[in-house]
């Protein structure tokens, strides 16, 4: 099905089952530890073997040799891999750096051996066993030293975008702001490890994974091992977070299929905590300069944002400065992104690539120009709402509610209550509200599924999209039971394999809304094969309550079925629709933080989002994805920064001992509100994306309410105590 004009009335809207709060149905094996992750599989013929890796210890070099022997000749240990073993292989698309193979080193903690044994502990001593010996390469880590030879970025990154006469129109501006921000390189932190059990049959190979894109690893597997791809199967039906950490191929899985062809037995490799943030990806560091100019009365005529950030060679830009082309109108404009190589980890998505880190520096320049323009922070960013694309006048949003967002969350949080900066005190706690726009783009992917209606009446589906925390498997429950005419407990909802059709995965915040459009679009061939056995009309035939009615004729959908019972599959696919308007998600994140006036700790109070995201596919899940993405932008905004080694081209914390994550106690109240709102130009669901619009504009608000309390403007994130105790006022 191709979706190329804007969606009608539909079965979706009769939301007898969508948009209604439903608990998630894989929740009750999810907390009764009946959910099988990557690393927990145990219904395999032959016990499993232990893989533990070996990663670098040097930056950038070569690796003359390795000494193994002690390794193979410990306990318990079955073989060892090693690189050099391997030689080169192919680098799939998708991977900046090989993950295995060969004798160059390009970053820290790549992996260069995996050694098998009976169990962990004797597979991880005898790893450290393995004597690497290296010919080291100086290397690039520092951004700031980076910066000045850094390049334009390949033009399918649409680097630079300009309108209008910004120098002009900026030297002109009544009232002006220039300033530069930065952001740290931060890791994804998902509760469950890269982790996976690869087995061969023959020249097949079945691996157990922790994917967020199953087709995507498939396709990419196959390139590294220079096998088919009709090969490999795929199986990832739970997973434990990834937050754009296991969008691509990772060296769990290419250590694990090396390890089991080479052992002849299944093979389970996790990577260890410490490995994680060095040998998979990471959010990179950013240097952004926001310049702004505005007449007295607040409408901004000039806006430019350029941004500074690095990756490995044929890495590319952290996409910073896309919120900025699109959220606020001003005729004169300018965006640019440049690269630099640096020789650490490769760089790549993290929960909102680019909107994240952009909006972190983008909201605080407008909350500094609201203060030198005098103007309520709310009120000025309403005087520049646009309903058209800035760059492009001639291209509408097809739904943009900012305004209606920024109200509603001044007036439930009661924004009244703002002083002027410094103003509110509570004995040693200084009191602050702060607040910024919230912008993601609505992304679609094509995304398959098959439908099956059983003699019995129940329907199964099956999709290789996967549910990595997100409620994935409710939500399609949902569609097809709406779909359907059923209650969601006649709904079977199978995920995670690549057996089953390609679909959109998970990622971009793209997957429920694409993946519950691919369910529509199976369902809507099981309606016709329903029908057409029946001799009903497919356009006018009635599902609900288990039946199918056309006229005064009622029939049980398990007797449609019959014994054998009937299959719908396709794969939903979009037209132009999606480029003739501008496809947006928009909302307001509100925050309350109190810092100790002796020491400089701040603490959140209470956070409000209000979100305009499309149709709500169900609040209960959405709000999940919101409050969680609203818990990782406080880490961006107060702890999270991947310390960098400058010497050894390293992060240093790489553990959760040093990396700090938000916990329970650093948030004590989070409230979601979502807007009315649907969109028939995104999708037959009317729905957009909503789990990483959640996290854009968090840290700007908190650094905004740490202005306000202080009078303090951090502009280098992480807000730390330190950058606040030399300007606090006096403690008595």
Same mark, same amino acid.
């Given at each position: 099905?191709? @979706?190329?004009?804007?969606?009608?009335?539909?079965? $979706?809207?009769?939301?007898?089952?969508?948009?209604?709060?439903?608990?998630?149905?894989?929740?009750?094996?999810?907390?009764?530890?009946?959910?099988?992750?990557?690393?927990?599989?145990?219904?395999?013929? +032959?016990? #499993? *073997?232990?893989?533990?890796?070996?990663?670098?210890?040097?930056?950038?070099?070569?690796?003359?040799?390795?000494?193994?022997?002690?390794?193979? =000749?410990?306990?318990?240990?079955?073989?060892?891999?090693?690189?050099?073993?391997?030689?080169?292989?192919?680098?799939?698309?998708?991977?900046?750096?090989?993950?295995?193979?060969?004798?160059?080193?390009?970053?820290?903690?790549?992996?260069?051996?995996?050694?098998?044994?009976?169990?962990?502990?004797?597979? &991880?001593?005898? *790893?450290?066993?393995?004597?690497?010996?290296?010919?080291?390469?100086?290397?690039?880590?520092?951004?700031?030293?980076?910066?000045?030879?850094?390049?334009?970025?390949?033009?399918?990154?649409?680097?630079?975008?300009?309108?209008?006469?910004?120098?002009?129109? @900026?030297?002109?501006?009544?009232?002006?702001?220039?300033?530069?921000?930065?952001?740290?390189?931060?890791?994804?932190?998902?509760?469950?490890?890269?982790?996976?059990?690869?087995?061969?049959?023959?020249?097949?190979?079945?691996?157990?994974?922790?994917?967020?894109?199953?087709?995507?690893?498939?396709?990419?597997?196959?390139?590294?091992?220079?096998?088919?791809?009709?090969?490999?199967?795929?199986?990832?039906?739970?997973?434990?977070?990834?937050?754009?950490?296991?969008?691509?191929?990772?060296?769990?899985?290419?250590?694990?299929?090396? *390890? =089991?062809?080479?052992?002849?037995?299944? +093979?389970?490799?996790?990577?260890?905590?410490?490995?994680?943030?060095?040998?998979?990806?990471?959010?990179?560091?950013?240097?952004?300069?926001?310049?702004?100019?505005?007449?007295?009365?607040?409408?901004?005529?000039?806006?430019?944002?350029?941004?500074?950030?690095?990756?490995?060679?044929?890495?590319?830009?952290?996409?910073?400065?896309?919120?900025?082309?699109?959220?606020?109108?001003?005729?004169?404009?300018?965006?640019?992104? &440049?690269?630099?190589?640096?020789?650490?980890?490769?760089?790549?998505?993290?929960?909102?690539?680019?909107?994240?880190?952009?909006?972190?520096?983008?909201?605080?320049?407008?909350?500094?120009?609201?203060?030198?323009?005098?103007?309520?922070?709310?009120?000025?960013?309403?005087?520049?709402?646009?309903?058209?694309?800035?760059?492009?006048?001639?291209?509408?949003?097809?739904?943009?509610?900012?305004?209606?967002?920024?109200?509603?969350?001044?007036?439930?949080?009661?924004?009244?209550?703002?002083?002027?900066?410094?103003?509110?005190?509570?004995?040693?706690?200084? $009191?602050?509200?702060?607040?910024?726009?919230?912008?993601?783009?609505?992304?679609?992917?094509?995304?398959?599924?098959?439908?099956?209606?059983?003699?019995?009446?129940?329907?199964?589906?099956?999709?290789?999209?996967?549910?990595?925390?997100?409620?994935?498997?409710?939500? /399609?429950?949902?569609? =097809?039971?709406?779909?359907? !005419?059923?209650?969601?407990?006649?709904?079977? +909802?199978?995920? !995670?394999?690549?057996?089953?059709?390609?679909?959109?995965?998970?990622?971009?915040?793209?997957?429920?809304?694409?993946?519950?459009?691919?369910?529509?679009?199976? #369902?809507?061939?099981?309606?016709?094969?329903?029908?057409?056995?029946?001799?009903?009309?497919?356009?006018?035939?009635?599902?609900?309550?288990?039946?199918?009615?056309?006229?005064?004729?009622?029939?049980?959908?398990?007797?449609?079925?019959?014994?054998?019972?009937?299959?719908?599959?396709?794969?939903?696919?979009?037209?132009?629709?999606?480029?003739?308007?501008?496809?947006?998600?928009?909302?307001?994140?509100?925050?309350?933080?109190?810092?100790?006036?002796?020491?400089?700790?701040?603490?959140?109070?209470?956070?409000?989002?209000? #979100?305009?995201?499309?149709? /709500?596919?169900?609040?209960?899940?959405?709000?999940?994805?919101?409050?969680?993405?609203?818990?990782?932008?406080?880490?961006?905004?107060?702890?999270?920064?991947?310390?960098?080694?400058?010497?050894?081209?390293?992060?240093?914390?790489?553990?959760?001992?040093?990396?700090?994550?938000?916990?329970?106690?650093?948030?004590?109240?989070?409230?979601?509100?979502?807007?009315?709102?649907?969109?028939?130009?995104?999708?037959?669901?009317?729905?957009?994306?909503?789990?990483?619009?959640?996290?854009?504009?968090?840290?700007? *608000?908190?650094?905004?309410?740490?202005?306000?309390?202080?009078?303090?403007?951090?502009?280098?994130?992480?807000?730390?105590?330190?950058?606040?105790?030399?300007?606090?006022?006096?403690?008595?």
């Amino acid at each position: 099905m191709k @979706f190329d004009s804007p969606a009608a009335t539909n079965p $979706i809207d009769k939301l007898k089952v969508v948009g209604k709060p439903v608990h998630r149905v894989d929740g009750e094996i999810k907390t009764t530890g009946r959910a099988t992750y990557a690393y927990e599989w145990h219904d395999l013929d +032959v016990a #499993c *073997a232990i893989g533990y890796p070996v990663g670098s210890a040097i930056a950038k070099g070569t690796i003359s040799s390795m000494e193994v022997s002690a390794a193979q =000749a410990a306990p318990g240990v079955l073989a060892v891999v090693t690189t050099l073993d391997v030689g080169g292989l192919k680098k799939p698309k998708r991977n900046t750096a090989h993950l295995f193979g060969g004798d160059k080193i390009q970053h820290y903690h790549q992996a260069v051996a995996v050694v098998i044994a009976r169990t962990f502990e004797e597979a &991880r001593a005898a *790893a450290a066993l393995v004597k690497v010996h290296y010919r080291p390469e100086p290397g690039t880590f520092d951004l700031e030293k980076a910066k000045e030879a850094a390049v334009k970025p390949d033009e399918s990154q649409e680097p630079d975008t300009a309108t209008g006469d910004f120098n002009t129109a @900026f030297a002109e501006a009544a009232v002006t702001l220039d300033q530069i921000y930065t952001t740290p390189d931060q890791s994804h932190c998902m509760m469950e490890p890269h982790a996976s059990i690869a087995s061969w049959n023959g020249d097949e190979l079945t691996v157990r994974v922790s994917s967020q894109m199953i087709d995507w690893w498939r396709t990419d597997l196959a390139t590294t091992l220079g096998m088919q791809k009709e090969k490999i199967r795929l199986i990832s039906p739970f997973i434990g977070g990834g937050f754009g950490g296991k969008l691509f191929l990772r060296a769990d899985t290419v250590l694990a299929a090396f *390890a =089991a062809k080479a052992v002849g037995m299944p +093979v389970k490799v996790a990577l260890p905590r410490p490995m994680i943030p060095n040998n998979t990806t990471h959010r990179p560091a950013t240097i952004q300069r926001v310049r702004i100019g505005a007449e007295r009365d607040g409408k901004i005529t000039a806006i430019a944002h350029e941004s500074w950030s690095g990756d490995l060679p044929g890495g590319g830009p952290e996409t910073a400065v896309n919120q900025t082309r699109l959220l606020y109108a001003g005729a004169n404009r300018m965006t640019t992104m &440049r690269l630099a190589t640096l020789d650490l980890p490769e760089g790549n998505a993290m929960r909102a690539p680019g909107e994240a880190p952009g909006m972190m520096a983008l909201e605080i320049a407008m909350d500094e120009m609201a203060e030198r323009l005098h103007l309520d922070p709310v009120e000025f960013r309403i005087l520049n709402d646009t309903q058209v694309d800035p760059e492009k006048p001639e291209r509408p949003f097809s739904r943009r509610n900012l305004i209606g967002c920024l109200m509603l969350g001044r007036d439930q949080f009661g924004w009244e209550r703002r002083g002027k900066a410094g103003s509110r005190r509570e004995g040693q706690k200084l $009191i602050g509200l702060g607040m910024a726009a919230a912008f993601r783009n609505n992304l679609v992917m094509p995304s398959g599924a098959r439908v099956q209606l059983g003699r019995d009446g129940g329907v199964t589906v099956q999709t290789d999209m996967t549910d990595i925390g997100t409620g994935s498997y409710t939500i /399609i429950a949902q569609t =097809a039971a709406e779909m359907m !005419g059923v209650g969601i407990d006649r709904v079977t +909802v199978e995920l !995670g394999d690549s057996r089953f059709p390609v679909s959109a995965g998970s990622g971009g915040q793209f997957g429920g809304n694409s993946s519950t459009s691919g369910v529509y679009a199976a #369902c809507v061939k099981l309606r016709e094969a329903v029908a057409s056995k029946l001799g009903f009309n497919s356009d006018d035939a009635l599902f609900e309550n288990g039946q199918v009615r056309f006229g005064n004729r009622s029939v049980p959908l398990s007797e449609a079925a019959g014994s054998d019972g009937l299959v719908g599959e396709d794969r939903m696919t979009w037209g132009d629709i999606v480029d003739t308007q501008q496809q947006s998600t928009f909302g307001a994140h509100f925050v309350e933080v109190d810092v100790d006036v002796f020491t400089g700790e701040t603490r959140i109070r209470r956070m409000l989002a209000v #979100c305009a995201s499309g149709r /709500i596919l169900n609040p209960i899940t959405a709000r999940s994805q919101v409050i969680g993405a609203m818990t990782m932008g406080a880490g961006a905004a107060l702890s999270e920064e991947l310390a960098v080694d400058l010497r050894r081209g390293y992060f240093v914390n790489h553990d959760l001992a040093g990396y700090e994550v938000p916990v329970h106690a650093d948030i004590p109240n989070q409230d979601v509100i979502f807007m009315e709102e649907t969109d028939p130009r995104s999708s037959p669901m009317k729905a957009k994306g909503i789990a990483e619009l959640g996290i854009c504009g968090v840290a700007a *608000a908190i650094a905004n309410a740490v202005f306000n309390a202080t009078g303090i403007r951090v502009r280098n994130y992480p807000v730390t105590l330190d950058k606040l105790v030399g300007g606090l006022p006096d403690a008595t």
